[in-house]
């Protein structure tokens, strides 16, 4: 079992950055790779990044390539998501995920964690 808690979620103006931060408990964190998500009013959840349990391999959604990057600490049990240059449409509740294996696939994540609310302003 492995639990997952967002912070660093908050208001922030267009241009802006945050960095997304989510800890796992649990002692296996480093055997899963870790993606983010998000999700929008009345839209579907959505891929943003992810990241292999080694950190040699990561995935991003063309929305996130160039703007966003993903890491990890596995000393720490903590998956991150830079995110700079942020636009209005990347308001969103953001969720990290566990996986067995790195995927861009909602489904085929296990752990989730409750999401920490981005909103950015115009």
């Known amino acids: 079992q492995v639990q997952l808690v967002e912070s660093g979620g908050g208001l922030v103006q267009a241009g802006g950055s945050l960095k997304l931060s989510c800890t796992a408990s649990?002692?296996?964190?480093?055997?899963?790779?870790m993606g983010w998500f998000r999700q929008a009013p009345g839209k579907e959840r959505e891929f943003v990044a992810a990241?292999?349990?080694?950190?040699?391999?990561?995935r991003y959604a063309d929305s996130a390539k160039g703007r966003c990057t993903i890491s990890r600490d596995n000393a720490k049990n903590t998956v991150y998501l830079q995110m700079n240059s942020l636009k209005p449409e990347d308001t969103a509740a953001y969720y990290c995920?566990?996986?067995?294996?790195?995927?861009?696939?909602?489904?085929?994540?296990?752990?989730w964690g409750q999401g920490t609310q981005v909103t950015v302003s115009s």
């Open positions: 995920a566990a996986s067995p294996g790195l995927t861009m696939y909602a489904h085929e994540y296990m752990y």
């Open positions: 649990g002692r296996t964190f480093s055997s899963y790779a």
């Open positions: 990241i292999s349990w080694s950190s040699i391999s990561t």
